[in-house]
Structures are given as structure tokens and as C-alpha cells.
């Protein structure tokens, strides 16, 4: 079973930045897409970034291009979002998720983390 762990989330002021990280416990990593989603409060969950299985195809929402990176490392399981310049709209729980596909990943997910906490005062 895929199993995902993130990790990197906290609270940072307006303007700062965080890298965010995910752990896949499989060994077949380099065979799923991933990408990132977040659900602020009283909002529906949406699609923030995602990778193809090689690295080489990403794609961003409207929202935070420009300023978060989306990037893996295949020999260590792990996925990551660099996410600069933060403002407090940015605010959410953060998760991470897998599925066989960049076109998959980004619309119905298989596998997903538990989510880590981001917050940015103003």
C-alpha cells in the first residue's frame, strides 16, 4: 500500500518562504505522478502543483505561479514545494498525492498524505 508523509509545513510571515516535502513508502516511486493540493478553511480542495514521473512535465495553478516550485528526487521517494514570496491567502492544510498519471494526479488522485498545516501572517 502507498503510503505518503509530508512534512515542512509551519507559520511564516507574509513574504517568507517554506519548502514542503513528501515521503513515499514505495518502491516504485519514480512510476507515479504527484502533486500537491491544499484545503483552506471553509473552501474546497484545489490542485496547487504537479509532476510528471520523470520530472520533466510540471504544471501550476494560476494562483501560485511565479512562486512555488514543484520538484522530485526519484532515489530518495520524495517530492517536493518550494513556496516563496507566501502571502496569507496562501494559508491551508497542504497535502501531498500520487496516481500513475500527470492527467490523473491532478483530477482524482489515488493515494494521498495526511496533509501538514501552512499558515502566513500578515
Known amino acids: 500500500q502507498v503510503q505518503l508523509v509530508e512534512s515542512g509545513g509551519g507559520l511564516v510571515q507574509a513574504g517568507g518562504s517554506l519548502r514542503l516535502s513528501c515521503t513515499a513508502s514505495?518502491?516504485?516511486?519514480?512510476?507515479?505522478?504527484m502533486a500537491w493540493f491544499r484545503q483552506a478553511p471553509g473552501k474546497e480542495r484545489e490542485s496547487v502543483a504537479a509532476?510528471?514521473?520523470?520530472?520533466?512535465?510540471?504544471t501550476y495553478a494560476h494562483s501560485v505561479k511565479g512562486r512555488f516550485t514543484i520538484s522530485r528526487e526519484n532515489a530518495k521517494n520524495t517530492v517536493y514545494l518550494q513556496m516563496n514570496s507566501l502571502k496569507p491567502e496562501d494559508t491551508a492544510v497542504y497535502y501531498c498525492?500520487?496516481?500513475?498519471?500527470?492527467?490523473?494526479?491532478?483530477?482524482?488522485?489515488?493515494?494521498w498524505g495526511q496533509g501538514t498545516q501552512v499558515t502566513v501572517s500578515s
Open positions: 514505495i518502491r516504485t516511486f519514480s512510476t507515479y505522478a
Open positions: 509532476i510528471s514521473t520523470n520530472g520533466y512535465s510540471t
Open positions: 498525492a500520487g496516481d500513475s498519471s500527470l492527467s490523473m494526479v491532478v483530477r482524482a488522485p489515488a493515494y
